[in-house]
């Protein structure tokens, strides 16, 4: 009886630990394996969200409210990269500083990167694939290649499956159990979804094809090259430096000679100046964000829903 009672004994506790070794193996292997995710600018997180395992935390780099230019990265930002699992960001010179530290970084680093303009060859000294109208002497572009790669549905469309190799190769980095099937899913839904938003700008603004907008910064070139606008004009520098008195008259003479619907002015910066050239040029200010809250879906809504309102009228 007491022999008995031993070994059962014995058996439960051979099998309590069976049990915590298993859940042990299980929870190191991660099962569910979130990943800790850095992105640089705000909408790069609506674009990964989606793909990640459940769990996985987001850290979005550069602070709301502010232009995604001249950013400096602290060295709290680099040590929270340097404690992810999976950095997304856009590339071109956007960010700078982040570019170098990864480049310094230790080859035993386990961390996996993800480049928008790199995973789709896209080069900042390579040629820009717009139409420049011999002739056009308005200042739309600052001749440097355009970095907004995520205001491009069809751009982004095209990162998706990069971003899924990316997240499963991240996963099996942090010694998390394999996800290839899920993610798979995941980027295809993911996919189909952004090509509903590149679906819906191209029939919303067919209406408006050749119509000319001004914005703030030079943030949508390709979205206009894609679907059919003109840029006739933008009122800021990339170098975020106050603009001369001779730029805000080529603005409005722009918007005069080009019949511009809007100036499409940007949560980032201050709309006052942008309001005067309005004022002297008669034409009405809107509103366009090139950066969002990070839900990228919504970003990619609401700027067409307004381009879409403020091309209705002149
Ligand atoms: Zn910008």
């Not at 049990?19 to 979130?34: C, D, E, K, V, Y």
Request: net charge negative; hydrophobic share 40%; glycine share 8%.
């Amino acid at each position: 009886m007491t022999l008995r009672l031993t070994t059962i004994r014995l058996a439960l506790f051979v099998g309590a630990l069976i049990a915590a070794f298993a859940s042990f193996a299980l929870g190191q292997r991660g099962q569910t394996a979130p990943l800790n995710v850095v992105v640089t600018v705000a909408p790069l997180r609506g674009i990964i969200e989606p793909l990640l395992p459940p769990g996985s935390k987001i850290t979005i780099l550069m602070p709301p409210g502010r232009s995604e230019h001249g950013y400096e990265f602290s060295s709290q930002d680099l040590s929270t990269i340097a404690k992810s699992d999976l950095v997304f960001y856009v590339g071109l010179g956007l960010e700078p500083r982040l570019e170098q530290a990864l480049k310094k970084e230790e080859p035993q680093s386990k961390r996996i990167e993800i480049c928008f303009a790199t995973a789709l060859g896209i080069k900042s000294d390579g040629h820009e694939d717009h139409d420049e109208e011999p002739g056009d002497d308005h200042d739309t572009h600052d001749h440097a290649i355009d970095q907004h790669l995520w205001l491009d549905p069809v751009l982004v469309k095209r990162v998706v499956p990069h971003l899924g190799k990316a997240v499963k190769n991240a996963v099996v980095a942090t010694g998390g159990a394999e996800v290839s099937a899920e993610t798979d899913k995941r980027a295809q839904d993911l996919a189909a979804r952004v090509a509903g938003v590149d679906e819906a700008w191209r029939a919303r603004l067919e209406p408006f094809k050749g119509r000319a907008i001004v914005t703030h910064h030079n943030a949508f070139p390709r979205p206009a090259q894609r679907y059919g606008l003109r840029i006739a004009a933008v009122i800021r520098g990339l170098e975020n430096a106050e603009p001369t008195a001779a730029k805000i008259e080529g603005v409005v003479r722009a918007i005069r000679e080009e019949k511009v619907a809007a100036i499409f002015v940007e949560p980032q910066y201050n709309a006052r100046l942008a309001e005067r050239i309005a004022r002297e040029a008669q034409v009405k200010v809107a509103r366009i964000d090139p950066i969002g809250d990070g839900d990228w879906f919504s970003l990619m809504e609401q700027n067409l829903e307004s381009l879409v309102t403020n091309l209705g009228t002149k």
